[in-house]
């Protein structure tokens, strides 16, 4: 017996036997003899007789040889041809690969006797029942792997196929049994609708089913259908293997093929002798033959499998993934000696045919899935093992509220650089981008939306340098306050002095008083406001003021009184006072306008700011809502946040507004400033001049008078002073713009002030007229004084 291939694919010829079936006791034998021993190929030689050639045109050979894989002679017992013929088939069955063993002869021959087995011995059993018991014994001597068996039995009688083994009935009819079809797939393989797989777990079971099936054949078989002797039975064991906890599983089948009889309808010439050529009775083997033909020429491309349901089935086994085995089954009588020579030829083309028997392995998906989720454990272990930490599937909350902060840190850093590095967890950065989604969905919704959202943003940049501006403002606000404040009341006390002063007239001069007076109370007053660097401010600027509005007094020394009604009435003679006072209840309110709106400016921006708290809590309940019940609804626009967000807007439009009303306020109030600056300015250089003139008109008077020898060089450096004052003013007046940034606010008063500056000459050289008057020249003094002691401190807070 020839061995099991083992290797995945065997190249091998359909192996042929011949069965001579025992001669009937009134047959007459033919003549033929067999040849052979076990290494080679048997032959068979068939001697046609004589007599049968004589009368007719003698073309006929004598000897016809044939050769076989094996010829079993009549003697040849069951057990004999089981072990020759089917059970290295049965081996190449269980090792995984599909196997044929079909029988072809004429009716009578012996197919089913040797297929099946003879009805009246247990010896006689025939291939099928011992190829059963022969793999049931193999499966339970194997341990090593899990099998499981099923059979089947198809009838095909007249190109239908029948279900022999259909359990619910006992067929009467061959009619009665389940139709069987063939189903071909995409890939062209072959399917048997309706044929059943009857699982047979030990040899019992299946010979119950081979019972069955053998019972229903020949129920059905009348004598109208002749079934047995034109009816194609292939009994079918299917095995399925696998080694435990592989995925991998073979499955096989073996075909037991019990074929019509092969018989042809013999054409009688004249004479009655039979003719060479006959037609088989049966039109599925004409068809086979020609599979068989075409199989056994080379480069045909072409097989005809599909001309009938019997080669259709056996296509695996003509010629394709198959070891297969035919046994020619001879009745060697006189009679039927032209039969068994068509059987022999026929199975000579068998022998030429090559079958290329595959092993069936196949991955069951079930197992796939249970090795891969071991696989995977397996990973995940040594994953843990790696990093040293157990990874789990689903990511923790608080690794995903790091997530969104590191995603929104992310998305608003406007760094072209910036990355967004969650580390090597494909988890993190499937999350990323699920986010990272989300809200682009989010942002969708609503184009109109994102864009509001986008310029609140810029808004809110805006508003922050809105804020700071708002700041500065507010500041420059209050100081413009403390000094309006100080101005009116300065002006209100002058006012008062001068015409205290006038009523002193006559009670002798008392200005130098007066003036320290004035200047104490001022600076007194000036101490109110509660910020020090402010109070020093304001002492400086009321300190200036003096050192504007009583200068002309001052310098009038002896005519101190005169010089200030002097001043008065030139005040009143040259300045547009009504323009000043104009501006000045403007400025007044102007400012009380720009302190209104900077204190509703401050109540919208606390407003917004409270609506901004108020969305963030929002935000903070609708994320706690989304751990505790997570629900589609939490990834939708929350409409309260989205009314927040409106009035957030609104604000902002009113905040703005107002804003820029402030700006257009400022610049206004600056504006005045400046033409108060630039009247007093003239009108104190008009003054110096005019008062200059009296001057040295005095002078001339009383040339006397003065003591120093520079006296006449003092007022041209007065004037020269005054106008290099006045020059400068443009030039060094600080305009603060609303967009500019103070640096140095604390400065502001005095650099946006220059009458302060202006106020100030280098005048430590400058040489001041003395009336020689005690009383005049002591208020001279005291302004000289009072004068430096501003210039020094206005010399280091310029520092
Ligand atoms: P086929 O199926 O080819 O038509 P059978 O197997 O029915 O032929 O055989 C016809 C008869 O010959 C049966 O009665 C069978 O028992 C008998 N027979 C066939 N072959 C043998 C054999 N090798 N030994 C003994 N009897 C046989
Ligand atoms: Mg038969």
Not at 339 to 357: D, G, H, M, P, Y
Not at 515 to 537: A, F, G, R, V
Not at 743 to 770: E, F
Request: charged fraction near 30%.
């Amino acid at each position: 017996a020839a061995a099991a291939p083992r290797s995945a694919m065997v190249k091998e010829t359909i192996r042929v036997y011949a069965r001579v079936k025992p001669l009937g006791r009134r047959q007459q034998a033919g003549i033929y003899s067999v040849d052979g021993d076990e290494k080679t190929l048997s032959s068979l030689e068939i001697i046609v007789p004589r007599e049968l050639a004589d009368g007719f045109v003698n073309n006929k050979r004598e000897s016809y040889k044939f050769k076989f894989q094996k010829i079993f002679d009549q003697e040849a017992k069951q057990d004999v041809v089981f072990d020759s013929i089917a059970k290295p088939v049965a081996e190449c069955v269980l090792a995984g690969y599909n196997g044929t063993i079909f029988a072809y002869g004429q009716t009578g021959s012996g197919k089913t006797f040797t297929i099946t087995g003879g009805a009246e011995r247990y010896s006689d059993r025939g291939i099928i029942p011992r190829t059963l018991s022969y793999i049931f014994d193999q499966l339970q001597k194997d341990s090593s792997k899990v099998y499981t068996t099923h059979v089947s039995y198809l009838e095909i009688y007249n190109e239908c196929g029948y279900d022999l083994l259909d359990p619910r009935h006992e067929a009467s009819r061959l009619e009665d049994l389940p139709k069987v079809t063939i189903m071909e797939d995409p890939d062209q393989n072959i399917h048997l609708k309706n044929l059943s797989l009857q699982q047979a777990t030990n040899e019992e079971e299946a010979l119950n089913l081979l019972f069955l099936g053998d019972t229903n054949r020949m129920i059905a078989e009348t004598p109208m259908n002749q079934a047995s002797t034109r009816s194609h039975c292939i009994f079918t064991i299917h095995i399925s293997s696998k080694e435990p906890g592989s995925a991998t599983i073979r499955r096989s089948k073996l075909h037991l093929v019990d074929l019509a009889g092969s018989e042809r309808v013999a054409k009688t010439g004249v004479g009655g002798h039979l003719l060479t050529e006959a037609k088989y009775i049966n039109l599925s083997l004409h068809y086979l033959e020609q599979v068989i033909i075409a199989l056994a020429e080379k480069n045909r491309s072409h097989i005809p499998y599909r001309n009938s349901m019997m080669t259709s089935v056996l296509r695996d086994s003509l010629g394709g993934n198959c070891m297969t085995t035919m046994i020619a089954t001879l009745s060697i009588d006189k009679r039927n000696i032209d039969e068994s020579i068509s059987t022999c030829r026929f199975a000579q083309r068998v022998a030429l045919i090559k079958n290329e028997a595959v092993l069936n392995e196949e991955i069951d998906p079930r197992m796939m899935i249970v090795q891969l989720q071991k696989e995977i454990q397996e990973l995940k272990d040594e994953l843990a093992l790696v990093t040293g930490k157990q990874r789990t599937s689903e990511l923790s909350q608080e690794e995903l509220l790091q997530l969104d902060e590191l995603i929104d840190k992310f998305l608003e850093d406007n760094d072209p650089d910036s990355t967004l590095d969650v580390g090597a967890d494909m988890r993190k950065i499937k999350y990323c981008f699920i986010r990272v989604k989300q809200l682009m969905n989010r942002s969708k919704i609503s184009d109109k939306k994102l864009l509001s959202q986008h310029t609140s943003e810029q808004k809110d940049s805006n508003k922050e340098a809105g804020e700071e501006e708002l700041k500065k403002l507010k500041e420059l606000l209050k100081q413009r306050d403390n000094e309006i404040n100080i101005l009116v009341n300065m002006l209100k006390k002058e006012k008062k002095k001068a015409q205290d002063a006038f009523f002193q007239l006559n009670a002798a001069s008392a200005g130098s008083a007066v003036l320290e007076k004035s200047l104490s109370i001022n600076l007194e007053e000036s101490q109110s406001p509660s910020n020090c660097s402010s109070l020093k401010e304001a002492k400086d600027f009321s300190s200036s003021i003096h050192t504007l509005l009583f200068l002309p007094r001052q310098t009038g020394g002896k005519m101190s009184l005169g010089c200030l009604e002097a001043f008065e009435v030139f005040k009143q003679e040259h300045a547009d006072n009504i323009t000043i006072e104009d501006n000045k209840q403007l400025l007044k309110q102007r400012f009380a306008e720009a302190k209104c709106l900077g204190e509703k400016l401050n109540e919208v921006r606390n407003k917004i700011n409270h609506l901004k708290g108020e969305i963030t809590q929002r935000h903070i309940q609708r994320a706690a809502l989304a751990v505790s019940s997570p629900s589609e609804e939490l990834n939708m626009l929350d409409p309260v946040e989205e009314k927040l967000r409106t009035q957030i807007e609104e604000e902002k439009k009113s905040y703005k507004a107002m804003f820029n009303r402030l700006k257009g306020l400022k610049v206004e109030i600056e504006h005045l400033q400046h033409l108060m600056e630039k009247v007093n300015i003239k009108l104190q250089k008009d003054f110096e001049v005019w008062w200059s003139e009296e001057a040295i008109n005095l002078q001339q008077e009383k040339p006397e008078m003065v003591s120093s020898p520079n006296t006449a060089t003092v007022y041209p450096q007065f004037i020269k002073s005054s106008q290099h004052l006045s020059t400068n003013s443009s030039s060094e007046t600080t305009r603060v713009s609303p967009n500019e940034d103070p640096a140095g606010k604390n400065n502001s008063i005095t650099s946006s002030n220059p009458t302060l500056k202006t106020r100030t000459p280098a005048s430590s050289s400058t040489s001041i007229p003395l009336t020689g008057d005690s009383q005049a020249d002591a208020d001279i003094l005291a302004f000289i004084k009072a004068r430096q002691n501003i210039l020094q401190k206005k010399g280091k807070s310029c520092q």
